[in-house]
């Protein structure tokens, strides 16, 4: 009779345990239930969404949560704002500074760029990560989730995005992890050459995401990032006829997107967040920087290691103070030099060692090992092109972006979905590095300790209460010579321990 009693006793616990089991896991099914699905649209400028030229996402704009005071990460360059969505983190955390970057174990002598193949040579080179900071992909890593990311840009783009590649990198250059290649080549193959090559490429991922990312058992998280309207706007000019062109071409691929979306049950739903890396302003000749240092004496040639520079940033030979002070000063007079950052003479100080500069800290930018001495940005106006769109930097090329004025700072923000208040506005200031960490709070994940961002809890329908108010903030900063006075500004936008780097301006006063 004691045998049966506590076989029947065993039985109970088992069943016990195996339902108590079923419920965890089916509360952490419904955890999941909602996938996510992330869009960029690279160099879109809110001006761009019109009815006109992108009617289905001007249309998705009309019932979406919206953030009207949304930020790229500066300095406004497309790797550095793939690594900060990726990561919820600014440079000064994930430690990748630019579209070329000075890495000295792998070149002591030059920076390298961001492909793919330039990328993986950093961990080999430093025994050390690439991004110091803790990605999306890992923290769904450790949910058992998954990430797949479709990218019809460059391979470092596309590969920052997922650089532990928990799950998937699709770009027409670049299939990772390597045994997935043949299986998309053979089901999708290559890029069509019947249209453009760049409008091909964007219809092939935007084929691969039907296909791979928005399936029954799909990722968790996808995301699809269009290379238009950048590269057209860079060749031809914003507002030109093929600018427009490839503007409507992308529209059309997201349109393709949503009604796949809305097709499914309701047992398949998604939230749509969409976002872009950066604004865009038409382009004034300037020198180069590192012809401009070679000229004035700072720098002995293309080759040399006494000063090196990577898109803005110098480098100067151990950190020699003399130096790094003649050449803020040589800048400070020259019309196309914008704002100009260097080390804060102590952890938090909002104006830089140099008189006359901002401090890196100021825009989170200082990297414990990675970060050079001065930081310059092209000078800009509110000038407006020959198309009507105003924005005008100093920079080289047709038209571009990675300066700090407005108009390359000021994004767009839209999401959409069961856990999105659609149709609600915050006046509140957001950044790409705020993206990650909402999606982590929709899943009820655990946010890495150094994770810069902020869940954008005031869009969400599980928030009950408001995240605050914000204040602006104004830093100045000024330098007198005998040719006249450099003055700098920076405006910011300050969210309770939040500050979100607006634009700064310049302002040079001739002697009298």
Not at 282 to 304: M, Q, R
Request: aromatic share 8%; charged share 20%.
């Amino acid at each position: 009779m004691k045998l049966l009693f506590r076989c029947l006793l065993c039985l109970s616990l088992l069943i016990y345990l195996q339902s108590a089991h079923a419920q965890s896991a089916s509360k952490g099914d419904r955890r999941f239930a909602v996938k996510t699905l992330i869009v960029f649209f690279d160099g879109l400028r809110p001006d761009y969404i019109t009815a006109e030229q992108m009617p289905n996402l001007f249309e998705f704009s009309k019932k979406a949560a919206r953030g009207k005071h949304h930020h790229s990460v500066f300095p406004t360059v497309t790797r550095v704002n793939s690594a900060s969505y990726a990561t919820g983190s600014y440079p000064q955390t994930h430690g990748l500074l630019g579209n070329s970057i000075y890495i000295p174990e792998v070149n002591p002598r030059k920076p390298i760029g961001t492909t793919y193949d330039d990328l993986i040579k950093v961990p080999a080179a430093t025994s050390g990560p690439l991004l110091t900071a803790r990605s999306l992909g890992e923290v769904l890593a450790d949910a058992d989730q998954k990430m797949m990311v479709f990218s019809s840009g460059t391979t470092g783009q596309a590969f920052l995005q997922n650089h532990t590649v928990n799950g998937a990198v699709v770009n027409p250059d670049l299939i990772l992890p390597e045994s997935l290649k043949a299986k998309v080549l053979g089901e999708k193959g290559v890029v069509s050459e019947v249209e453009s090559e760049e409008m091909g490429r964007h219809k092939w991922i935007t084929d691969a995401l039907l296909k791979y990312g928005l399936i029954k058992n799909g990722p968790l998280v996808s995301a699809v990032w269009f290379s238009d309207p950048d590269g057209a706007a860079h060749e031809h000019g914003i507002g030109s006829e093929q600018a427009v062109a490839a503007i409507k071409y992308v529209d059309a691929q997201f349109g393709r997107i949503m009604a796949a979306l809305q097709a499914k049950g309701a047992d398949e739903q998604y939230n749509v967040i969409i976002s872009t890396d950066h604004g865009f302003v038409t382009h004034t000749e300037k020198p180069g920087l590192a012809d401009f240092l070679i000229k004035e004496g700072f720098k002995k040639d293309k080759e040399s290691d006494d000063v090196v520079v990577a898109e803005g940033a110098i480098y100067v030979k151990n950190h020699d103070v003399k130096t790094i002070q003649s050449i803020v000063v040589a800048l400070h007079k020259q019309e196309w030099a914008g704002a100009v950052f260097t080390k804060a003479a102590k952890r938090g100080d909002a104006r830089g060692r140099v008189k006359g500069t901002l401090s890196f800290d100021l825009i989170h930018y200082d990297h414990p090992n990675r970060s050079g001495d001065i930081l310059v940005a092209p000078n800009w106006n509110d000038a407006k092109n020959d198309k009507g769109y105003a924005g005008t930097g100093f920079s080289g090329g047709v038209a571009g972006h990675g300066g700090s004025s407005p108009y390359e700072i000021n994004i767009a923000l839209l999401a959409a979905g069961p856990d999105f208040k659609n149709g609600s506005i915050t006046e509140l200031p957001t950044s790409n590095i705020d993206i990650v960490p909402t999606i982590l709070s929709i899943y009820n994940l655990p946010k890495p300790a150094a994770m810069d961002g902020r869940a954008v809890a005031e869009l969400l329908k599980k928030s009950q209460k408001a995240n605050g108010t914000s204040q602006k903030q104004l830093v100045k900063t000024e330098a007198t010579y005998p040719w006249g006075t450099y003055k700098l500004s920076a405006e910011l936008s300050v969210l309770g321990g939040y500050q979100y780097f607006n634009y700064a301006k310049t302002e040079r006063t001739p002697a009298r």
